[in-house]
């Protein structure tokens, strides 16, 4: 069982009660973290700052949302290997992080808002004794970012005990919740439903009376064929861990082998941080059960609802370049999509100015998002690569600032200019994605400033036009830079002189994998879940000009 360290009451407000252990981290001991095991602490949960009054979005880009981990392994410290997996997927949720383990007889949970190194220390992780157990690290996308909603969730049905962690958003949340009665504005999260749909199975079908410990499996069965949009589950009972991946796909999860078990994972680099070996990619609709016979591959969704569309951005941003995403290596890829990228929208041969002589080029990333698409840019356009920015690396993901005009000052708290690398030089600025564009507008004027003569803003994605419902954070369309506007009225935001976003095709070319079944709805606003009560899109998003187009429009604009 867990409660929320904000509830002082004493009294357990789940609404299952289960023989579970919560060891709760006491958030107002920065040094010690964990000090007890027992009742919970009382006290205020921490916050997230990521407060739309004052903060600013500081990436410009997409928030992540979620990773989950989950391994089998008699004979192993279940919680070290959860740790390091969580570790490797901490780009994927920086909020809050988690992890519930089993010895085969109850179910423990740790979890707690902050990093994975927050929130977990040898004294926390020396009860979670056991062979299995599965984690999380969260970035919240649908419910609040407090403790509450930190995952696993953990529910009891009588004799029987599960824990989840789910990575994406569901898109008939409103439908399920009203479908088990739930009070409007009582719903935590789209996982809490999840959760309550399967201990309603559990109960309907009687806790425990098979006696064959597959409770959790019999009720998946009829819980995940009425859930809708993204899901890439981790689930476990007291001797089962599961992986469930929707029938699109969206999210990735993988499987891994270990000598004494198996591992699940968003990413295979947490395969490898573990030490297991990558065995595959869940399917698209695919659920595998891991106990101690092995691993059980059932398939729980009609076979008309199977469509592959995995998120296309994983590529693109969201997952490490490590990762291998449908057979391919992320960073083969995003360096593929900087090669097209030059063979699309090369350099212009003729200076901005025709006033001003021919400088010397450079391609330069966005530190670190734009690296691999630079190397590639630079590679097959034969230009040299070089350093134009510094990246503050340990600057969070937003931070408050307190007015307008401090804003800019935040970019450079994250970015600084190289000036020797940049005066009189025709910059190629290679980038991944523009979603706000307030980074990026800042940082053209900060390069300018620096003493750039040209600065040609290259981007290894399309731009990017209406928002996710499947488990990214992308803001509302009103947010979105390139929502409504062209090309050209992009760039003449963005200041720089001239601005190419590599087209769709290139882009599915890029990832080895064109065939495999993408979503790109965030681009073409083409979205492979129904999304209630939105209409669908108007006319077709506005063609990327060719570059000459751009350059008759508006051939030089100073930064704004
Ligand atoms: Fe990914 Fe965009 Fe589809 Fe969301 S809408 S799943 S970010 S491709």
């Given at each position: 069982m867990e409660r929320d360290p904000a509830e002082s009451d004493g009294e357990l407000t789940s609404l299952g009660a289960g023989r579970g252990r919560m060891v709760p981290v006491d958030p107002f001991d920065p040094v010690l973290g964990p000090v007890t095991e027992g009742p919970v602490v009382g006290g205020p949960a921490p916050v997230a700052v990521d407060d739309p009054a004052g903060a600013v979005v500081v990436d410009g880009r997409p928030g992540e949302a979620c990773g989950v981990f989950g391994v089998y392994a008699p004979g192993e410290s279940v919680d070290h290997l959860t740790y390091r997996g969580l570790y490797a997927v901490q780009h994927r949720g920086q909020e809050a992080a988690g992890m519930a383990v089993s010895d085969g007889d109850s179910i423990t949970v740790v979890k707690d808002m902050g990093l994975v190194t927050n929130v977990f220390n040898e004294r926390n992780l020396a009860p979670l004794t056991g062979h299995l157990a599965i984690g999380h690290t969260r970035y919240s996308t649908t419910g609040a970012s407090v403790w509450r909603n930190a995952q696993p969730i953990y529910r009891g049905v009588g004799d029987a005990e599960f824990a989840l962690g789910h990575n994406g958003n569901l898109t008939n949340t409103a439908e399920l919740a009203e479908g088990l009665g739930v009070f409007p504005g009582t719903v935590q999260s789209d996982s809490d439903i999840v959760a309550e749909l399967i201990q309603e199975a559990i109960v309907a079908a009687g806790a425990?009376?098979?006696?064959?410990?597959?409770d959790l499996e019999r009720a998946l069965m009829t819980v995940l064929p009425r859930l809708k949009g993204a899901f890439s589950f981790v689930l476990m009972d007291e001797a089962h861990v599961v992986g469930v991946r929707d029938p699109n796909g969206f999210r990735p999860l993988c499987l891994g082998r270990l000598d004494s078990g198996w591992v699940l994972a968003s990413e295979t680099p947490a395969l490898d941080i573990v030490g297991a070996h990558f065995v595959r990619e869940l399917e698209p609709g695919e659920m595998v059960v891991i106990d101690t016979t092995g691993t059980r591959s059932i398939h729980p969704f009609p076979a008309g609802r199977i469509n592959p569309k995995l998120c296309l951005f994983e590529f693109v941003y969201?997952?490490?370049?490590?990762s291998i995403l449908y057979g391919q290596t992320v960073h083969s890829a995003r360096q593929r999509m900087g090669e097209l990228l030059a063979d699309q929208s090369p350099l212009p041969t003729e200076p901005v100015d025709p006033a001003s002589p021919l400088g010397e080029a450079m391609v330069m990333p966005v530190p670190e998002s734009g690296i691999p698409a630079a190397e590639g840019y630079a590679r097959r356009s034969g230009i040299p690569f070089g350093h134009g920015l510094v990246k503050n690396r340990y600057i969070g993901r937003t931070f408050i600032v307190p007015s307008q005009d401090q804003r800019s000052q935040g970019v450079r708290m994250k970015l600084n200019p190289i000036r020797d690398n940049i005066v009189g030089k025709r910059l190629v600025v290679v980038d991944d994605s523009i979603v706000r564009g307030t980074t990026t507008r800042a940082m053209v004027a900060m390069l300018r400033e620096a003493g750039a003569a040209e600065i040609h803003l290259r981007i290894s994605s399309p731009p990017y036009r209406w928002p996710c419902f499947y488990g990214m954070d992308t803001g509302t369309r009103a947010e979105l830079l390139a929502a409504d506007l062209t090309v050209p009225q992009v760039r003449e935001y963005l200041g720089c002189d001239t601005l190419a976003y590599l087209d769709l095709d290139r882009l599915l070319t890029a990832t080895?994998?064109?065939?495999?079944g993408f979503c790109a709805a965030c681009i073409t606003g083409a979205y492979p879940v129904a999304i209630p009560g939105m209409k669908p899109p108007g006319p077709p998003a506005p063609e990327i000009l060719p570059l000459a187009e751009q350059l008759a429009v508006d051939p030089v604009h100073p930064c704004g």
């Amino acid at each position: 069982m867990e409660r929320d360290p904000a509830e002082s009451d004493g009294e357990l407000t789940s609404l299952g009660a289960g023989r579970g252990r919560m060891v709760p981290v006491d958030p107002f001991d920065p040094v010690l973290g964990p000090v007890t095991e027992g009742p919970v602490v009382g006290g205020p949960a921490p916050v997230a700052v990521d407060d739309p009054a004052g903060a600013v979005v500081v990436d410009g880009r997409p928030g992540e949302a979620c990773g989950v981990f989950g391994v089998y392994a008699p004979g192993e410290s279940v919680d070290h290997l959860t740790y390091r997996g969580l570790y490797a997927v901490q780009h994927r949720g920086q909020e809050a992080a988690g992890m519930a383990v089993s010895d085969g007889d109850s179910i423990t949970v740790v979890k707690d808002m902050g990093l994975v190194t927050n929130v977990f220390n040898e004294r926390n992780l020396a009860p979670l004794t056991g062979h299995l157990a599965i984690g999380h690290t969260r970035y919240s996308t649908t419910g609040a970012s407090v403790w509450r909603n930190a995952q696993p969730i953990y529910r009891g049905v009588g004799d029987a005990e599960f824990a989840l962690g789910h990575n994406g958003n569901l898109t008939n949340t409103a439908e399920l919740a009203e479908g088990l009665g739930v009070f409007p504005g009582t719903v935590q999260s789209d996982s809490d439903i999840v959760a309550e749909l399967i201990q309603e199975a559990i109960v309907a079908a009687g806790a425990g009376a098979r006696s064959d410990g597959r409770d959790l499996e019999r009720a998946l069965m009829t819980v995940l064929p009425r859930l809708k949009g993204a899901f890439s589950f981790v689930l476990m009972d007291e001797a089962h861990v599961v992986g469930v991946r929707d029938p699109n796909g969206f999210r990735p999860l993988c499987l891994g082998r270990l000598d004494s078990g198996w591992v699940l994972a968003s990413e295979t680099p947490a395969l490898d941080i573990v030490g297991a070996h990558f065995v595959r990619e869940l399917e698209p609709g695919e659920m595998v059960v891991i106990d101690t016979t092995g691993t059980r591959s059932i398939h729980p969704f009609p076979a008309g609802r199977i469509n592959p569309k995995l998120c296309l951005f994983e590529f693109v941003y969201f997952a490490r370049p490590d990762s291998i995403l449908y057979g391919q290596t992320v960073h083969s890829a995003r360096q593929r999509m900087g090669e097209l990228l030059a063979d699309q929208s090369p350099l212009p041969t003729e200076p901005v100015d025709p006033a001003s002589p021919l400088g010397e080029a450079m391609v330069m990333p966005v530190p670190e998002s734009g690296i691999p698409a630079a190397e590639g840019y630079a590679r097959r356009s034969g230009i040299p690569f070089g350093h134009g920015l510094v990246k503050n690396r340990y600057i969070g993901r937003t931070f408050i600032v307190p007015s307008q005009d401090q804003r800019s000052q935040g970019v450079r708290m994250k970015l600084n200019p190289i000036r020797d690398n940049i005066v009189g030089k025709r910059l190629v600025v290679v980038d991944d994605s523009i979603v706000r564009g307030t980074t990026t507008r800042a940082m053209v004027a900060m390069l300018r400033e620096a003493g750039a003569a040209e600065i040609h803003l290259r981007i290894s994605s399309p731009p990017y036009r209406w928002p996710c419902f499947y488990g990214m954070d992308t803001g509302t369309r009103a947010e979105l830079l390139a929502a409504d506007l062209t090309v050209p009225q992009v760039r003449e935001y963005l200041g720089c002189d001239t601005l190419a976003y590599l087209d769709l095709d290139r882009l599915l070319t890029a990832t080895g994998a064109a065939s495999s079944g993408f979503c790109a709805a965030c681009i073409t606003g083409a979205y492979p879940v129904a999304i209630p009560g939105m209409k669908p899109p108007g006319p077709p998003a506005p063609e990327i000009l060719p570059l000459a187009e751009q350059l008759a429009v508006d051939p030089v604009h100073p930064c704004g």
